[in-house]
C-alpha cells in the first residue's frame, strides 16, 4: 500500500463493518469478546480491566514470541471502536433476518470482511491486527500453519469464557472456525490489490517519463 493512513483506515472500515454485522445478527459474541466477558463478569474485575490486560498480555507474548506490534497495531482498535457504533446504527434501519439460513450467510460475510481488513492492516507495513499477531508468532515458534493456530488460540477462548460463564452462540463457533482461513484469504487477495496497484503507478510513471522524452526529443529537433 503506497498510502499507509489511508490504507490503515480502509483495513479499520471494513473490520468494524464485519463486526458490526455480526453483532447485528446476534448469533453470539466473537471468541474473544466471549473471553473478556466473562473475566468481567468475575467478582472485583471491572470490564476496562479485563479488556486492557487481555490485550496487553495478547502483545506481550506476541513480543516475547519474536513478532513486535507496529503503529497500526495499536491504532486500529482506536479507528474500528468508534466506526461500530454507527455502522449498528444503520443496520438497525432495515429488518434483521430471523431465519439461520438468513443469518448464517450474512454472518460470513461480515467474517470475510473482517479477514479482508485484517489482511490490509498486514499488507499496509504498520502492524498486524493483535490476534494476528498473537497467532503468526505461535506459528513461528510452534512450526504450525497460521490459520491452524489461529483456530486454536479462538477455541481456546470459547472454551475459558464459557467455563468462566460467558455466554456463546453458533456464531462464536462459526468465528472462531472460519476467521483463521477469512484473515489468510484477506491478506492474499489485500497483497495482490497492493502488487497491482504498485505496478499500475510504476506504468503510469513510466509512460509519463517516455512523453516528456518525446516532447524534449520534439523541442530539439525544432530548434
Known amino acids: 500500500m503506497t498510502d499507509r493512513p489511508a490504507a490503515l483506515n480502509r483495513a479499520a472500515a471494513l473490520i468494524a463493518g464485519g463486526v458490526a454485522l455480526t453483532l447485528w445478527l446476534g448469533l453470539g459474541a466473537g471468541p474473544l469478546d466471549v473471553f473478556i466477558g466473562a473475566v468481567s463478569q468475575q467478582p472485583g474485575v471491572a470490564f ?3 479488556l486492557g490486560g487481555t490485550v496487553a498480555t495478547m502483545l506481550a507474548v506476541a513480543t516475547l514470541l519474536g513478532r513486535r506490534p507496529g503503529p497500526g497495531t495499536i491504532a486500529a482498535p482506536f479507528l474500528i471502536g468508534p466506526l461500530i ?51 503468526s508468532a505461535a506459528a513461528d515458534r510452534t512450526g504450525r500453519p497460521d490459520t491452524l ?40 487477495i489485500a497483497d495482490r490489490i497492493a502488487v497491482g ?8 510513471h513510466a509512460r509519463i517519463i517516455e512523453r516528456e522524452r518525446r516532447a524534449e526529443l520534439a523541442l530539439a529537433d525544432t530548434r
Open 48 to 50: 476496562t480491566f479485563a
Open 85 to 135: 457504533e454507527p455502522t449498528l446504527a444503520g443496520l438497525d434501519l432495515v429488518a434483521r433476518p430471523t431465519a439461520v439460513v438468513a443469518q448464517v450467510p450474512l454472518q460470513l460475510i461480515g467474517i470475510a470482511l473482517i479477514g479482508l481488513g485484517s489482511g490490509m492492516l498486514i499488507v499496509s507495513g504498520l502492524g498486524a491486527g493483535t490476534g494476528e499477531l498473537l497467532a
Open 149 to 188: 493456530v489461529r483456530t486454536g488460540i479462538e477455541l481456546t477462548w470459547v472454551a475459558i469464557g464459557v467455563a468462566l460463564g460467558g455466554p456463546a452462540g453458533v456464531g462464536t463457533v462459526i468465528v472462531a472456525a472460519l476467521i483463521g482461513p477469512a484473515v489468510a484469504r484477506g491478506h492474499a
Open 197 to 204: 496497484t504498485h505496478r499500475s503507478a510504476a506504468a503510469t
